[in-house]
């Protein structure tokens, strides 16, 4: 069984910093691409895309959205099996719950995911 587990949400300033953490086991993290999406109030039927990165530990890949790039940074620990985002200068509009997804190809797309965690909420206050 597949487990994505997400941690790190939580309530910050504008201008502030959180870092998320997804942890799997090292059969996915090392076979498959790991993604970050975000589900904004009152947006249920969208995942809109926040970064991704590949499984391939030389030549690494990651893509990241344009609302967030240079903001947000996507990076893997392979001692922990754990890919993170960090948030930096964060703004209301970030306030979401966050998701991280499994699949084995890197993509933008929500619904080109296999697996998916619970979700961790991150509130960015004015």
């Known amino acids: 069984q597949v487990r994505l587990v997400e941690s790190g949400g939580g309530m910050v300033q504008a201008g502030g910093s959180l870092r998320l953490s997804c942890a799997t086991s090292g059969h996915i993290f090392n076979r498959y691409a790991m993604g970050w999406f975000r589900q904004a109030p009152g947006k249920e039927r969208e995942r809109e895309f926040v970064?991704?990165?590949?499984?391939?530990?030389?030549?690494?890949?990651?893509a990241y959205a344009d609302s967030v790039k240079g903001r947000f940074t996507i990076f893997r620990d392979k001692f922990k099996n754990t890919v993170y985002l960090q948030m930096n200068s964060l703004k209301p509009e970030d306030t979401a719950v966050y998701y991280c997804?499994?699949?084995?190809?890197?993509?933008?797309?929500?619904?080109?995911?296999?697996?998916w965690g619970q979700g961790t909420q991150v509130t960015v206050s004015s």
């Open positions: 970064a991704a990165i590949t499984w391939r530990w030389s030549n690494s890949s990651t």
């Open positions: 997804a499994a699949d084995p190809v890197l993509h933008r797309a929500y619904s080109e995911y296999d697996y």
